[in-house]
């Protein structure tokens, strides 16, 4: 029997082949309730009017790995962080199932605080879902995307075909557009954005950048860095990247006065 359209991206060949969850304790902890799984999440408080910045981490990742100085960061700023975790990632309970995971990006928001006070921070696999939260939430403060997905049909065709989906290939397109339009999502958000990318990455080239900048529907800061690559933005480039994402974050404290 055909699996439904709206399960397709919940199937185990896209959770075996497309994620690589680790396990790891945060620090602090947040658990958020997402349905079916608990989501260890953490909450670092340095705002007292409860601004806070949303971050979702690269596969591969997990809260701990940003509580190692991005923590200390954002609260210099005197921004809340709260830092996403993902099912099956980390501490949380549950696999990671894309469809599941679009779904436990409102949970997160809504534990985070109301959305004009947030902004939102992709990074990799991450824009997935800071892409869902201003599709759900538009009016959110902000969206922060670095080493971003444009095209997410693409990247799961490198690592499935349709057929071992038991669907043909119009159909999976179909799915995926139905939850992962980007150009809709983007498009449609009319906040500001900044775009962080650099020309060297290898695995998701800044065609995606420059595609998300040009479908973007509110005002766009894009910053394409010469150094680093994929997983080495932010080492590499650490200090134009950080006034980066300071910069933005005072504007939007700025326009809330």
């Given at each position: 029997?055909?699996?439904?359209?709206?399960?397709?991206?919940?199937?185990?060949?896209?959770?075996?082949?497309?994620?690589?969850?680790?396990?790891?304790?945060?620090?602090?902890?947040?658990?958020?309730?997402?349905?079916?799984?608990v989501l260890a999440c953490a909450l670092h408080r340095a705002d007292s009017e409860g601004n806070a910045v949303v971050h979702f981490h690269g596969n591969g990742e997990v809260v701990a790995d940003w509580q190692e100085g991005f923590d200390d960061f954002i609260e210099r700023l005197?921004?809340?962080?709260?830092?996403?975790?993902?099912?099956?990632?980390?501490?949380?309970?549950?696999?990671?199932?894309l469809g599941r995971m679009l779904d436990d990006v409102e949970p997160i928001l809504c534990a985070a605080g109301p959305p004009g006070k947030l902004v939102v921070f992709g990074r990799s696999v991450g824009s997935i879902f800071a892409l869902e939260a201003v599709a759900k939430f538009p009016g959110v403060a902000g969206l922060v995307l670095e080493s971003a997905i444009a095209d997410p049909l693409e990247r799961l065709l490198l690592r499935v075909e349709p057929r071992e989906l038991g669907v043909d290939a119009a159909t999976f397109e179909a799915a995926v557009a139905a939850r992962l339009d980007h150009r809709?999502?983007?498009?449609?958000?009319?906040?500001?954005?900044?775009?962080?990318?650099?020309?060297?990455?290898?695995?998701?080239?800044?065609?995606?950048?420059?595609?998300?900048?040009?479908?973007?529907?509110?005002?766009?800061?894009?910053?394409?860095?010469?150094?680093?690559?994929?997983?080495?933005?932010?080492?590499?480039?650490?200090?134009?990247?950080?006034?980066?994402?300071?910069?933005?974050?005072?504007?939007?404290?700025?326009?809330?006065?």
């Open positions: 029997m055909p699996r439904p359209l709206a399960d397709l991206l919940d199937h185990p060949l896209i959770a075996e082949r497309y994620f690589f969850p680790r396990r790891s304790r945060p620090n602090s902890r947040l658990d958020v309730e997402a349905g079916d799984a005197g921004w809340d962080l709260l830092l996403a975790e993902y099912r099956g990632y980390g501490a949380s309970t549950g696999e990671p199932q809709a999502k983007i498009g449609g958000y009319r906040g500001p954005v900044l775009i962080l990318h650099t020309r060297n990455d290898g695995l998701i080239d800044p065609s995606h950048a420059e595609r998300l900048a040009a479908w973007a529907g509110g005002p766009v800061t894009q910053l394409i860095f010469e150094d680093g690559d994929h997983n080495s933005i932010l080492v590499e480039n650490e200090e134009r990247y950080l006034e980066a994402v300071a910069g933005f974050l005072a504007g939007i404290r700025s326009g809330q006065t």
